[in-house]
């Protein structure tokens, strides 16, 4: 049973415009979420967390929100460029343990 | 020096060969990672070292042989695989066993098993 589910397997958004990345979980003991960007041939690279006593983080161009009564959290990209054109996986983990990814969501920006 | 590598990028190997996959990172990471992922899945933990010592072992076959000789080196040495253990496998590393710290991930070895 997946803990970590990415629904949308692929994601395409113009230049400029608004990327939203959806992620909802099912362990609500879950207390640490990590969004993490991989090109082809490369590995994952860590993007931006979360704590679960937060509800938003924001980095640059990145901001992640996270909706515990709703088990969801989602990460927006603002704007969005060719560059972010990758597999962007959720991650999450309980008290320190090991990180439980999604399947990913293939982001395809256009110019 | 924020880079973890692995050497081969690629490797192919029959059943039957012994081969031993290599990571190395120089951040001072306390703890490093072996990962599998098949095409469209997510990676997927199979052992955790803290501080030199096999902390986590989730329930990999004994064909899969992980060492950690130092605190910058991990292996992983394969033994008799099969060909369902075609992947492509990723190490990474973090500042402790912990997922607070982020962990930084290789570019992986694709390994295919004939």
């Known amino acids: 049973d997946q803990q970590v589910k990415q629904n949308s397997p692929s994601l395409s958004v113009q230049e400029g415009r608004i990327s939203i990345l959806n992620c909802d979980y099912t362990n609500s003991m879950f207390d640490y979420f990590l969004w993490y960007k991989k090109y082809p041939a490369e590995g994952p690279t860590f993007l931006i967390s979360i704590s679960s006593i937060k509800d938003k983080n924001e980095d640059g161009r990145f901001t992640v929100f996270l909706n515990k009564s709703a088990k969801h959290l989602s990460l927006h990209i603002v704007p969005s460029q060719p560059g972010d054109s990758a597999v962007y996986f959720c991650a999450a983990s309980q008290a320190g343990t090991a990180l439980i990814f999604g399947k990913g969501t293939t982001l395809s920006v256009s110019s | 020096d924020t880079e973890v590598t692995q050497t081969p990028k690629h490797l192919v190997m029959g059943m039957t060969n012994k081969k031993s996959l290599k990571c190395e990172q120089h951040?001072?990471?306390?703890?490093m990672y072996w990962y599998k992922q098949k095409a469209k899945k997510p990676p997927e933990l199979m052992f955790v070292y803290s501080y030199e010592k096999l902390s986590i072992n989730e329930s990999v076959p004994s064909r899969f042989s992980p060492e950690c000789p130092n605190s910058s080196l991990l292996n992983l040495h394969l033994h008799a695989l099969q060909p369902e253990d075609s992947a492509l496998y990723l190490c990474a590393s973090s500042t402790a066993e912990t997922s607070y710290n982020e962990q930084f991930f290789g570019p992986g070895t694709r390994l295919t098993v004939l």
């Open positions: 951040m001072g990471h306390r703890a």
